[in-house]
């Protein structure tokens, strides 16, 4: 069983920088593509991010695209997101979570089949 667990959220005014970490345990992700998810009060969970097992390709929502970066530590088992030029609207729960073998698209928070609980960012205008 994989458990993940999120760090880095917090307050940040808009402009500004964060840097999410996702820490796996129980075993290694090496082999799993990954992703990250953000869900505001009263919102659909969206996809924010997703990178493949090996680092080579990065997926990104169109809202985020050219202001976050993803990426991973095959050793240390950790997936990052580097946010800058945050706004208002990028405040969320955001979630790291593991994709199934089985997915067919990185959008789609139904073919992820682990969930870390969740780091709060709240980005003040």
């Known amino acids: 069983q994989v458990r993940l667990v999120e760090s880095g959220g917090g307050l940040v005014q808009a402009g500004g920088s964060l840097t999410l970490s996702c820490t796996a345990t129980?075993?290694?992700?090496?082999?799993?593509?990954m992703g990250w998810f953000r869900q505001a009060p009263g919102k659909e969970r969206v996809f924010v991010a997703a990178?493949?097992?090996?680092?080579?390709?990065?997926y990104y929502g169109n809202s985020v695209e050219g202001r976050f970066t993803i990426s991973r530590d095959n050793i240390q088992n950790t997936v990052s997101l580097q946010m800058n030029s945050l706004k208002p609207e990028d405040t969320a729960v955001y979630y790291c979570?593991?994709?199934?073998?089985?997915?067919?698209?990185?959008?789609?928070?139904?073919?992820?089949?682990?969930w870390g609980q969740g780091t709060q960012v709240t980005v003040s205008s």
């Open positions: 990178i493949l097992w090996n680092g080579r390709n990065t």
């Open positions: 129980g075993r290694t992700l090496s082999n799993n593509n």
């Open positions: 979570a593991v994709q199934s073998i089985y997915a067919n698209t990185y959008e789609d928070p139904l073919g992820y089949n682990y």
